[in-house]
Structure formats: C-alpha cells, structure tokens
C-alpha cells in the first residue's frame, strides 16, 4: 500500500494500492501511470455520509475539549474555563479530530476492502509531527511528511501490518512561502504595523476597545477607533515561543473505554500530537503575552481573523475573556450563513460574545447582528465592458482539513473538471478572452500544468497579483465555487456569473431560495455548460443584460441578506461595536 506521494516509500515491481489520489503527483505521472495499481475511492465521496460525520465529530470535538480542559488545568495549575480553552487550542482541536478521523477511515477503507500485504514507511521521530503552534500544525497537515507519519503510527498502533521502514531526515514543518507581490507586500504592511504600534504604545489605555486583523480597509480601521474615542492604533503580534518536546509532560490520558474504536483512537493520539506551545510553551506563551503593550483591561476585543492561528493573540484574548473583556468577531470571507456545515462558523460563533455578519442574521439568536460587508467600508472598483472574462479558481490541499461544504482532497480533481467543461463548452473566441486566475497555493495539484495541458492557448495569472487590477480589466467575473469571491463581485456590481456543482458545495435550506432567484436571472448556474451558454448570450453586450432592473433587483436582494454595502456601513459598525461594550 502507498499513503503518500513520497516515492522513497513506493515498492518497486510489485502491484500497489494508493490510498488516494494525493499520491500521484500529476507533475510526477511518468512515475506512476504505469505501474499495475488501483486507488481506494475516497469515504467522503459519499458527502451525505460527510454531512453524518461533520455532526458526529462535533459531538466528539465537544466532549474532547471539555476532557482536555480539564487535563491541561490539571497540568498547568490553572483554573481556567472550557472558554478559555475553547479560544486558545479549539482551532487545533477542531482541525485534529476530522483529519485524524479521515486518515483513519481511509485505513478502514483499503483494509477492509483490499488484501494489503504490508507498507514501506519512513523512519521518522515522534516528536518530528508534534507542531510548535496552530500555525505550524496547518501548514504541515498539507504534507506528505506529516500524512505518511501520521498513517504509520496508525498502522503501527492499531492494525497488524508488515512495515518495512528505512530512514529518513525531514521534518514536517512549515511549507516556504512563495515570494510574490502579494506576500511581499504582506511583509512590508506588517514591518510597518510593528513601527506604528511601538509609536504608539505610550498613547495606550489601559481599558480602551483592541482591534486587531479587523479586515476593514487600514485607514477605515483607524477611522473606526477614533470614532470610538481613542488614539487609532495598529497592533501586531511577534514570534510565537518555541519549546522542545518533553514526553514527560505528555503522559497524560484522556477518558478512554477501552478497544479500537476512533474515539479512543483519537484520545490515545492527541497527547501525542498536541502542539508544543499549549503543553511545553505553555508558561513561555503566557509571559509573552504579559509583555504585549495591549490595553491590561479592554472594553471590548474586535477581530475578524486572529482567532484561528495567531495562539499569541489566543492566549491574551481568552485571558480577558475570562475577566469579562465582550470578545467582537466580524466576518471573515464566504459560507457563513450559506453552507451546509462549516465549523469555521461553528467555531467562531461558539467562543465570540457578538458575531458581526456581512447581511445574514438567524432568527434564533440574537449573537449574530448584521452590520454589512467590513472588507468593502469605502472601497469602489469598476469593470471594463470590452475586457476578458476573469475566471477565479478555487485552491484545495490534497489532503483535508478542517470541515465545511467545498471539495475535499482528491474532489479537487472533479472541481478541475468541471472547470474544463465550461471553457471547452465556450465557443473559441470566448475561449481566448478568459484569464483564469489560479489559487495562490498550489498544494502539489499542478494547477498551471494541468490547464496547459488541456488547453494550451488558455491564459493564465499565477494568483501573485491583487485581484482588484484583473477586476478592473475584466467584463465578466466568473465565480466557481461558494466562497468570499462572488460576494465582493456582486457587492461592487461587477458583472458576475457563478457556477459550482451543489453536491460538492452543499446550501443550507434557510439559503436555497436565495441561490434559485440568482439562478432565475442567470447570474448562478449548477452546470458549467448553462453557465457557458449564459457568457456566451451575454457577452456581446454585458451592459445590456447586467443592468436590467431584473437583474439588479435580484442583486440588491441578495446583497442585501449575504454581502451589505452602504455609505453608513461605518455608522453601524459603530453602533454594533459600542451596543457590545
């Protein structure tokens, strides 16, 4: 059998089994296409079993993180609530038990169903998978180094296998960076934020509102806090703590019952795999965050996007949380409200005191209070109706992650294809008019290879640029998958067609007849053939079709429910930040 792509583990000359399609590399296929193998199909291919699990797991995550609050308080000294922990290892927990649970049904799948007689394997040191912090830990789940560590120590523990192992020197660790515009510009904007939050630390109160990666516009953000009586500030984080792995702090067990079901599985495998910082570096991380200039009391603690990775901003924030700080997050991207499942939602939701949402509202709670889309305060973008037709495409790892209502793993490959039948569906001088912007990360899936190959005349833009310049020279924006993109397009009213395949971006009830009246004026489109037909009835005369009463009644609305724009959208973000006080 063969988890991974990492050749090294691959038997020569006999016939294999691939747990996935993560590990045929298409850039590598001369490696593999003729090898005599079979690939176990994916257990998640049937997404009503996905929809099962999601709401299982949760119900697993739930009691997980109240038993590993109580071990870590146990631990640590400390006292602190299943909030606390909540804010500051629930992103790690929640991110562990799913992926954990797809390695180990994958197993099941090949097992049970294949006469396997054995696996080659790295020979690589436990502590080698355990991440320092959350940050680490999603970079490295991408890996082929972590996988096939992660499957070995399964295999291992759990099933009676021949291993055959050999050596091996790699670490998981984080996946480098590619150096474009877009990230160098990241860098600069954050050396800059350092300067002005030291400038600014003496003009610190110390029971003044904290904002931080609020995903307003920089100078709307500033304009935001002086609203709300303070000196502006831009806070940043620094370098997380790091720690070696010490077993003798990771003896500890949670509940367990006994057997091999994946439960006790996951309880016997979290001691093991816990990131340094919230066991080793647990004391490191809480002096550091008792160095940071930020407010000792906040009114009230705004984020839209420091609440998954950044453990430095986790841990100050479940501190004051704890004293009774209101903990504000706004909306960060699409699916919120929309998805099927989605534990980014779930999460967020869970550990805030007031959800900011950019349109949507539940009846039942009074937590989630729509104020409009934070990202768009102030910002306009036209579109060029002789330009081409910019297509964005979606980025998935080749292993899953964390769960909602997109294409997992190897579904990447049903998403391309859909992607190929609508360019091949446009008549070819609509052909040549498209640029398709491909995801930034490529996770090893060969994007750019793959599109060449299929079509070589097609143009393409690495995803290095910012997206507001393609926008600006495009006549149509071509969504195709259920996410952030389509919600700015139609925000800024920018000629939108949005294709994806419903079983793989599941809708929930509350927002289908949403998604039918868009569908009723060809703006939304569950094939990629309808959605090429519609660009090629329109393309002619964009203007003539978008700006039809029709069609912009339908936008307002939906912009209205999902992705608000107004000149007072700052007044109610306002409003909404000082009712949370």
């Known amino acids: 059998m063969i988890t991974t792509a990492d050749e090294r583990t691959w038997p020569r000359g006999r016939r294999v089994l691939f747990l996935g399609e993560w590990a045929r590399l298409y ?40 038993e590993l609050a109580e071990q870590l308080n146990r631990l640590h000294q400390v006292d602190h609530s299943v909030r606390y922990w909540r804010i500051l290892i629930g992103p790690w927990l929640g991110y562990f038990v799913p992926v954990l649970f797809d390695r180990w049904s994958m197993l099941e799948c ?38 096939e560590g992660i499957w070995t120590q399964l295999l291992e523990d759990w099933w009676p296998m021949a291993i055959e192992k050999s050596a091996s020197t790699d670490a998981p660790g984080r996946r480098p960076a590619p150096a474009t ?111 940071l200039p930020w407010p000792h009391t906040p009114r009230l603690i705004f984020t839209s996007n420091a609440f998954m990775t950044d453990d430095m901003f986790k841990a100050w924030a479940a501190e004051k949380v704890e004293h009774g700080a209101p903990f504000v997050i706004g909306q960060h991207g699409g699916q919120y409200g929309v998805a099927l499942f989605t534990f980014p939602e779930y999460h967020q939701r869970a550990i805030s005191d007031r959800w900011l949402s950019w349109g949507w509202r539940e009846e039942t709670t009074s937590k989630v209070r729509p104020v409009g889309n934070i990202k768009l305060v102030g910002k306009k973008l036209g579109w060029d109706p002789n330009g081409h037709a910019l297509m964005v495409e979606m980025g998935a790892p080749r292993y899953s992650g964390i769960l909602y209502s997109v294409p997992l793993a190897s579904q990447w490959l049903d998403y391309f294809e859909f992607q190929c039948r609508f360019v091949t569906r446009l008549p070819e001088h609509l052909r040549a008019a498209v640029l398709v912007r491909l995801n930034l990360d490529d996770y090893q899936w060969d994007q750019a290879g793959r599109w060449r190959d299929r079509f070589p005349d097609i143009h393409i833009d690495s995803g290095g640029k910012p997206i507001a310049r393609l926008i600006e020279r495009c006549r149509i924006y071509v969504s195709t998958y259920n996410a952030t993109t389509f919600l700015e397009s139609l925000a800024l009213n920018i000629p939108t067609i949005m294709f994806w395949n419903a079983a793989h971006f599941e809708l929930r009830a509350s927002a289908r007849p949403d998604f039918e009246k868009l569908k009723s004026v060809g703006i939304f489109h569950e094939t990629p053939e309808a959605a090429a037909q519609q660009m090629a009835a329109v393309w002619d005369d964009v203007s003539s079709w978008w700006n039809t009463e029709r069609i912009q009644s339908v936008r307002r609305e939906f912009c209205d429910r999902y992705t608000r724009t107004s000149t007072g959208l700052l ?11």
């Open 181 to 291: 515009e877009k990230s160098l510009l990241r860098q600069s904007k954050r050396t800059v934020a350092r300067a002005i939050s030291l400038l600014m630390q003496p003009l610190t109160r110390r029971d003044e509102a904290f904002f931080i990666s609020s995903y307003l516009p920089f100078w709307q953000d500033l304009r935001l806090q002086w609203r709300l009586g303070q000196v502006p500030k831009v806070w940043t984080t620094g370098e997380m703590p790091r720690s070696l792995v010490d077993w003798g702090k990771r003896r500890w067990k949670l509940r367990q019952a006994g057997g091999a079901d994946f439960s006790n599985v996951v309880r016997a495998m979290i001691p093991r795999h816990i990131p340094t910082l919230y066991v080793e570096g647990y004391a490191a991380l809480n002096r550091a965050c008792s160095l």
């Open 110 to 147: 090949a097992v049970g169903n294949y006469s396997v007689a054995g696996v080659r394997a790295l020979e690589t040191p436990p502590e080698q998978l355990i991440p320092s912090d959350m940050g680490q830990f999603v970079d490295a789940v991408c890996t082929d180094a972590w996988n």
């Open 27 to 66: 850039s590598r296929r001369s490696a593999w296409k003729d090898l005599d193998a079979e690939v176990v199909p994916y257990h998640w291919d049937d997404r009503e079993k996905l929809a099962r699990d999601y709401l299982n797991l949760n119900v697993l995550y739930e009691e997980l993180l109240r």
């Open 571 to 581: 007044d109610d973000l306002e409003r909404a930040l000082r009712e949370a006080m």
